[in-house]
């Protein structure tokens, strides 16, 4: 969650959010998550994907939007040796998961091919059924909740990508034209090799995303 936030409230695009989830998740698949601070693992993933997608961020601004995220209210915190202190742990942070990564910080997100689905859908479906019904705007939610937990790691882009729109359609009840008379399913002509139990499974660990969060004292 501090990730997304922090990346929002410092003018982040969607990519450059994507990659730092993406980071977080990797390294600690790679590492016991009780070794390491998880918030300076946040805030280095931000730092370093910054420098991956070319949304360069200074450390500065990553410490205070992040010190505002656990002290609503407070005022940046001053360049005294604990500002210093936390921005050498980031930097240093930083250098262990590309080391741990193997330096493989790269990674094909499903943004471009919800994109290109939801353009190719639009024009399946009638006028009034998509502009009654918010399927894009709630299909790009869906993708960016989708990186609070680890669905990045565990499906391919072009998979999550249709799961989230296949979850869009059915949450308003939306139906593709012809779908019944077509020879394999709309969300087949996206991926040849996606089958329903991989959409079940993406859209069950997503349901159970916010299952957790509604658990969380």
């Excluded at 942070?93 to 190719?120: A, G």
């Amino acid at each position: 969650m501090l990730k997304a936030l922090t990346g929002v409230k410092l003018g982040m695009q969607s990519i450059p959010i994507a990659t730092a989830c993406t980071i977080y998740h990797k390294f600690f698949c790679e590492i016991n998550l009780d070794a390491y601070d998880p918030y300076l693992v946040a805030m280095s993933s931000l730092y370093l994907a910054g420098k991956v997608e070319e949304q360069h961020l200074r450390t500065r601004d990553i410490i205070n939007v992040s010190n505002r995220y656990f002290h609503p209210g407070s005022e940046p915190l001053e360049l005294d040796s604990r500002f210093w202190a936390l921005r050498d742990s980031i930097v240093q942070c930083e250098l262990l998961m590309l080391r741990v990564l193997r330096f493989q910080v790269s990674f094909q997100h499903p943004h471009k091919y919800l994109l290109h689905y939801l353009i190719s859908l639009k024009n399946w479906l009638n006028r009034y059924s998509w502009q009654r019904t918010p399927i894009s705007v709630t299909a790009w939610a869906l993708l960016r909740d989708s990186y609070h937990g680890g669905l990045c790691l565990r499906f391919r882009a072009q998979h999550i990508a249709v799961a989230v729109l296949h979850l869009a359609l059915q949450a308003y009840g939306v139906e593709v034209p012809a779908e019944a008379e077509a020879e394999k399913p709309w969300w087949q002509v996206f991926s040849d090799d996606l089958t329903k139990p991989i959409i079940d499974n993406i859209v069950s660990d997503l349901i159970q995303i916010y299952t957790m969060d509604t658990e969380i004292p």
